[in-house]
C-alpha cells in the first residue's frame, strides 16, 4: 500500500471517531437478535431493539441467566453443553439445527443459534446470534 493511501486511511479512521457507533450501527442492522454472554451464562450485553421478537428489552435481559430465554426441560442438559462449549470454544454455525427458545410470554419459539467466542479485558464470553425461524 502507498504511504498516501495509508494516510488517507487513518485520516478516515479519525473522522469516524469512536468505532463504537460504526460497531452500534452493524448491530442495528442485523435482523437477528445479538446477545454477549458471560462465560458464567449470564447476559452481559443485548442489542437494542432486537430484543422486541420475543418481548424483552435489553435491561430485562442483562445480568439475568440465559436460562431465562430456554424451555425449563432443556436447561440441565443445555449447562452441559454449555460446560463442553467453554473446553473447546470456536465458531459455531448451528442453522443446521432448530433450537427453542422461550419469549418473554412463555411460548417456545423456534430459532437458529450462532456462537463466536470473544475475549475482552482477560474475561471470556460469547456473542450470540438468534434468528427466528
Not at 460504526?22 to 431493539?49: G, Q, R, T, W
Not at 422461550?102 to 443459534?113: F, K, L, N, Q, T
Request: glycine fraction near 6%; aromatic fraction near 4%.
Amino acid at each position: 500500500m502507498t504511504e498516501d493511501r495509508l494516510q488517507r486511511i487513518a485520516e478516515l479512521g479519525e473522522q469516524l471517531g469512536n468505532l463504537s457507533n460504526i460497531n452500534d450501527a452493524l448491530v442495528e442492522v442485523i435482523p437477528d437478535m445479538v446477545f454477549v454472554i458471560s462465560e458464567v451464562d449470564a447476559f452481559i450485553a443485548a442489542a437494542n431493539k432486537k430484543c422486541s421478537q420475543i418481548g424483552y428489552l435489553p435491561q430485562d435481559l442483562i445480568g439475568h441467566s440465559v436460562d431465562i430465554l430456554l424451555p425449563e426441560r432443556l436447561r440441565e442438559a443445555h449447562h452441559g453443553f454449555m460446560a463442553e462449549y467453554w473446553k473447546n470454544p470456536i465458531v459455531r454455525d448451528m442453522a443446521e439445527r432448530v433450537l427453542l427458545v422461550v419469549d418473554h410470554g412463555g411460548e417456545e419459539r423456534p430459532a437458529r443459534i450462532s456462537l463466536a467466542p470473544v475475549t475482552s479485558l482477560g474475561r471470556r464470553a460469547v456473542v450470540v446470534v438468534v434468528r427466528l425461524v
